[in-house]
């Protein structure tokens, strides 16, 4: 797992984001599998976390290529933070607010760096945290989040299915 802070200036500024990271066996021939653990309001990043982002998938529909590292895709994702990519989106609502309503959008994740991001992680030590008390109300938090969305209808639901790239 690695964490990201949110950038000065951006909507999730204070907070500090989790991810999972998977190494596959062909690395560095394949990219590693990255999600957000952390919930978090953008247009790139789906309910799951999944992570809309070239870097992290191979040609010819993404960029991906051996000669980058974990640091570096881990760079960009904090620029696709500080950044988003509404044309490639995997929330189109989120998308369709960036575009047409930022003042709204910014407001959302601001909020929801507030709920998730800056609480949550408050006083959690590095290490094994799967057996931890945080970690478990994180995956709570993570399932009661999902469960709100579905609530909310198919206006929330992401573009793509969890086997598809975005």
């Known amino acids: ?10 909507p999730y500024e204070g907070g500090l984001f989790t991810l999972e990271i998977k190494v596959p066996e062909r690395y560095p021939f394949e990219p590693p599998k990255m999600r957000f653990l952390t919930p978090i309001y953008h247009p790139n990043i789906d309910n799951s976390g999944r992570i809309c982002h070239d870097a992290l998938k191979l040609p010819p529909k993404g960029a991906w290529r051996p000669s980058l590292n974990i640091s570096t895709v881990l760079s960009s994702i904090q620029l696709l933070m500080a950044e988003p990519n509404p044309d490639d989106p995997l929330m189109a609502d989120i998308s369709s607010e960036f575009k047409y309503n930022k003042q709204l959008f910014t407001e959302k994740a601001r909020k929801w760096t507030q709920e998730h991001a800056v609480q949550k992680n408050m006083g959690v030590e590095e290490g094994n945290k799967e057996n931890t008390p945080g970690h478990k109300a994180s995956s709570r938090k993570r399932e009661a989040f999902t469960a709100h969305l579905e609530a909310e209808g198919p206006q929330r639901k992401p573009l793509c299915s969890l086997h598809l790239a975005c």
Do not use: L
């Open 1 to 10: 797992m690695n964490k990201i802070v949110g950038g000065t200036e951006t």
